[in-house]
């Protein structure tokens, strides 16, 4: 049995002229619209408050265990025009000594991590605003928020500017 042969002798590469000079042509590449920019605020009344404490004993290295606790406050409340079809909210803080601010085209310190049903966000605070924000929610006066975000896109934003407030929401 013989399989084909292939004589190497006859093979004769083409040579395919290229332009490596050619220019960009910006008008051919499809343009995108830039929805980073586009920013969003909206009002919200505060119905509820959930503070959770959590502590447990979390293990290093070893037999080396060490105490570690951590606090969220919970806001829970409802828009006062709707994001992407959704009034309702929930905004869950939490104290960290440095807060970063979020590695986006717009500088964020906070972000929707989903959409619907419900606009989740989580924003980190300095342990200073968390416990004047613990201070609000603890007396009961907590009722407005006020929220600054970029478009949704796929169940996400960046959030950009917070602030809660004894204060009904503004209309």
Do not use: W
């Amino acid at each position: 049995m013989k399989i084909a042969e292939v004589d190497i002798r006859c093979y004769k590469p083409q040579i395919v002229p290229v332009n490596i000079f050619k220019k960009f042509d910006p008008m051919t590449k499809q343009k995108t619209k830039n929805r980073k920019s586009d920013l969003l605020s909206r009002y919200g009344t505060v119905h509820d408050t959930r503070i959770d404490l959590n502590i447990q004993a979390e293990r290093l290295h070893g037999n080396l265990y060490q105490r570690k606790s951590s606090i969220y406050v919970d806001v829970i409340g409802e828009f006062t025009e709707p994001v992407s079809g959704v009034t309702q909210f929930s905004i869950l803080t939490f104290p960290v000594e440095k807060p970063e601010l979020g590695k986006t085209v717009i500088p964020s310190i906070g972000s929707f991590i989903r959409i619907k049903p419900t606009a989740q966000s989580v924003i980190e605070l300095s342990l200073e605003e968390f416990q004047n924000l613990m201070q609000l929610a603890a007396s009961g006066k907590l009722r407005s928020c006020y929220l600054a975000f970029n478009e949704p896109f796929r169940g996400r934003a960046s959030i950009v500017s917070i602030s809660f407030s004894s204060d009904p929401p503004e209309q």
